[in-house]
Nanobody
Framework: QVQLVESGGGLVQAGGSLRLSCAAS????????MAWFRQAPGKEREFVAG????????YYADSVKGRFTISRDNAKNTVYLQMNSLKPEDTAVYYC???????????????????WGQGTQVTVSS
C-alpha cells in the first residue's frame, strides 16, 4: 500500500505558475506508475499527466501539453506537477494517483488507479 499527500495548491492569477507536490509513504515508490488528475466543480475527474516508474516517460492530456510538466524524485518518494501559463479553466482540485499494476503510463481512467491523495485546490483568477 501507499499513502499520498498533495501540497502546493493555491490562488494564482492567469498566466502564473504553481508547483504541486505529492509525497508518498512506503519503501516501494518505484513500483508505482504515478499520475495527476483534476476535478472541477460539477465535472468528472479527468486525467492530467502520467509518469513512468523511472521518470523517463511522461504523458499529458492535450489540454495541458506544453504548459504542465510532471516529474518525480524517487529518492524523495515525491512526484511533482509544474504548472505554467495557468488559465482560469485549470481551476480544480488536483489529485495524485498511483498504481503498481499498470504496464503503461497512457492510462487515463480513474478506475485504473488504486491509490489516491486527498487533493489540493488550485484556483486561477482571470
Amino acid at each position: 500500500q501507499v499513502q499520498l499527500v498533495e501540497s502546493g495548491g493555491g490562488l494564482v492569477q492567469a498566466g502564473g505558475s504553481l508547483r504541486l507536490s505529492c509525497a508518498a509513504s512506503g519503501r516501494t515508490f518505484t513500483s508505482y506508475v504515478m499520475a495527476w488528475f483534476r476535478q472541477a466543480p460539477g465535472k468528472e475527474r479527468e486525467f492530467v499527466a502520467g509518469i513512468s516508474r523511472s521518470g523517463i516517460s511522461t504523458y499529458y492530456a492535450d489540454s495541458v501539453k506544453g504548459r504542465f510538466t510532471i516529474s518525480r524524485d524517487n529518492a524523495k518518494n515525491t512526484v511533482y506537477l509544474q504548472m505554467n501559463s495557468l488559465k482560469p479553466e485549470d481551476t480544480a482540485v488536483y489529485y495524485c494517483a498511483a498504481d503498481s499494476r499498470l504496464k503503461t503510463i497512457m492510462v487515463v481512467t480513474t478506475a485504473d488507479y488504486a491509490y489516491w491523495g486527498q487533493g489540493t485546490q488550485v484556483t486561477v483568477s482571470s
